[in-house]
């Protein structure tokens, strides 16, 4: 039986990718814990703080399928404690004189704050693939729409004309550096977790740092400068990174979804034959698994916060914000995923219309490259002036539904300096685009090495 819409059977598909479920389902919870476990033997063997052999034995023994999950549940709700049943649990199955050995020198939080660290290494190397085939995916769609000219929007109102690369590119830009967000954080979150009760690896004495970083080394994690029991800042960084990611990719569905409404249709998230818009109106083609991804981006956002909150720790040791980590981490994580190959479907197959974008480009007869005839203008009368001159045969454009051009070709303040061709020249959208080209190139040129 399952509870969450991570979890379930009916809905999941929509929510989470199956590869990031897998990076935090239990048995990948347990064998992280076992791996500390090892590591912190193998670690302290090398040091001389424990024998050889019994090291030997913990690694031997280490069989995360002979853990009983249903008894560890009970025993976690009996004990109240969220790891000493899983360390009874490990010195029966090594048993012997070697399974004293097991957690030596350790506190609970080292082993679950350093198996959280490996479950966030595995989900990172999982999102690295997936934005590196994204941006490859961005770029290359960038490029082959630099020349498709639409009308750019502020405010919701039309402005000036882009391409629809040039707005393709801006969203590889972010992914790009989120890659470069997740690179240059690893030194800072991924980081071992071995202090002791206290932090002060008292328990090891003054062998405790050799062994720290030999069990950073063994697990391929940082060794921290300090104990990082109440410093959160870590994945606090990380979860801001996720959020972060998670914001572009809802900000690329919430694009398609504007720019896929009826008054608009420009482009469409796709459409394949038997897939259903609406229960009563036959008619729909709703942009529905954007709208999926937008409600994703809210959901690992909301989580994501209370990595701030858990940065407020008291003392030593402070379990209250603690445990929300074993929640939100893997949350956002499976969430921001799910999201990121739900877009990387949508962007395989939408439908641009270049018809429809040159309609929209005309829909204002002119008003949308106002700029344009303005600084013309103002290279004879200033920029103020030409502003007013414009602003005045614009309104009186708009309010009498006239092309631009008809309007300033008789108004002898601009047709003085201006030739009547010249002005029907520089209202045309097309000849307005800026460095929509060159900025999709930048961005090539910036970001190719990071994609596949």
């Keep these: 039986m399952t509870s969450s819409v991570l979890d379930s059977e009916l809905l ?28 912190l033997a193998k670690a302290e063997a090398e040091v001389g703080i424990i024998p050889k052999e019994a090291a030997d034995e913990i690694e031997k023994n280490a069989d995360v399928s002979k853990f009983d999950k249903v008894a560890i549940r009970e025993g976690i709700v009996d004990t109240t404690h969220p790891l000493i049943v899983q360390i009874r ?20 939080q080292d082993i679950m704050d350093t198996a959280v660290v490996l479950q966030m290494k595995d ?46 590119a801006i969203w590889a830009d972010e ?5 470069d967000r997740l690179e240059d954080g690893k030194k800072r979150y991924l980081v071992g977790s071995l202090g002791g009760a206290a932090g002060t690896l008292a328990s090891i004495h003054e062998d405790g740092l050799d062994v720290q970083q030999a069990f950073c080394e063994s697990l391929n994690l940082e060794q921290p400068t300090i104990t ?29 979804i504007n720019l896929q409404k009826s008054e608009i249709g420009e482009i469409e998230e796709g459409f394949k034959m038997g897939q259903v818009g609406s229960s009563t109106m036959p008619h729909k083609r709703n942009p529905m698994i954007c709208e999926y991804v937008v409600g994703l981006t809210r959901l690992v956002q909301r989580n994501a916060s209370l990595s701030f909150d858990a940065m407020i720790q008291e003392h030593e040791r402070d379990m209250t914000f603690w445990t929300t980590e074993w929640s939100y981490i893997p949350q956002i994580c499976m ?21 429809n974008m040159e309609r929209n480009l005309n829909q204002l007869q002119g008003l ?39 309007i300033a070709v008789k108004d002898s303040r601009i047709t003085e300096h201006i030739s009547e061709q010249e002005i029907r020249n520089l209202l045309d959208p097309k000849s307005y685009i800026g460095l929509s080209k060159t900025f999709v190139d930048r961005v090539h040129k910036r970001w190719a090495h990071r994609s596949i």
Excluded at 143 to 154: A, I, L, N, W, Y
Excluded at 228 to 251: C, N, P, Y
Excluded at 348 to 353: A, G, K, P, S
Aim: hydrophobic residues 40%; charged residues 20%.
């Design 123 to 168: 989900a990172q190397i999982l999102l690295e693939k997936q934005l590196r085939s994204l941006l490859d995916q961005l770029l290359k769609l960038a490029k082959e729409h630099e020349s498709t000219v639409m009308p750019g929007r502020t405010h919701g109102q039309h402005a000036l004309p882009i391409t629809l690369g040039y707005k393709i």
């Design 12 to 39: 999941r598909g929509i929510y989470v990718s199956e590869e990031m479920r897998e990076i935090f389902s239990d048995d990948q919870l347990l064998q992280k814990w076992v791996n500390s476990w090892i590591a």
């Design 175 to 179: 992914i790009g550096k989120h890659l």
């Design 335 to 355: 969430l921001t995923s799910g999201g990121i190959e739900q877009m990387t479907g949508v962007l395989n197959r939408w439908i641009v219309y270049p018809d």
């Design 228 to 256: 990082w029991h109440v410093q959160r800042d870590g994945l606090a960084e990380f979860s801001s990174i996720i959020a972060m990611i998670s914001g572009t990719i809802g900000k690329i569905a919430n694009e398609i």
């Design 368 to 406: 949308i490259v106002s700029e344009n005839l303005m600084l013309s203008l103002g290279e004879f009368v200033g920029r103020d002036t030409a502003h007013d001159l414009i602003y005045d045969v614009s309104m009186k454009a708009f309010e009498e539904n006239q092309p631009l051009a008809d």
């Design 89 to 108: 649990h490990f010195t029966k199955m090594v048993g012997g004189k070697a399974s004293g050995y097991i957690h030596w020198g350790a506190t609970t």
